[in-house]
């Protein structure tokens, strides 16, 4: 992927974040209609942003997100925005998900710059995740 600068009012940046968080407990309950529904909910969120989706896999029991945000979101923030957001509706739409967890997310996710490694690299190991996945886990 070639340096794409993005300019704002007083900025000009090349900035991408790798996204990862999990349903509480782990659980693989990101399956069939719930991961479709997560991945339009996504690109929903990021696009109300103006955010740049540039990779995102949904596996069963957590999300792969490398998205390009503006300067003035932070990382936090950016994780925020996708897992209440997310959670909200995929809550409402599907009652299973109420009863099997008492919240959808874990509290915790993993923001990582991109920058140390190419983007490269970051949108190839998020492609991956299916073929690298330990058999009969479906955990990568």
């Excluded at 990021?46 to 999300?63: K, R, S, T, Y």
């Excluded at 923030?77 to 509706?89: D, E, I, L, P």
Aim: proline share 7%; with cysteine.
């Amino acid at each position: 992927m070639a340096r794409q600068v993005r300019t704002s009012p007083g900025a000009a940046y090349d900035l991408g974040y790798h996204v990862v968080w999990c349903p509480k407990y782990r659980r693989p309950v990101l399956g069939g209609r719930v991961k479709t529904r997560l991945e339009e909910l996504i690109r929903a969120k990021a696009g109300e942003h103006g955010w740049e989706i540039v990779a995102l896999e949904v596996v069963p029991d957590h999300v792969h997100l490398f998205v390009k945000p503006y300067p003035k979101s932070s990382p936090s923030y950016v994780a925020n925005q996708f897992k209440g957001f997310t959670s909200h509706h995929l809550r409402a739409e599907f009652p299973h998900l109420r009863s099997q967890l008492p919240t959808l997310w874990s509290r915790s996710c993993f923001v990582a710059t991109v920058g140390a490694v190419s983007a490269q690299t970051v949108r190839c190991y998020i492609e991956t995740q299916y073929e690298r996945a330990p058999k009969g886990s479906g955990r990568a």
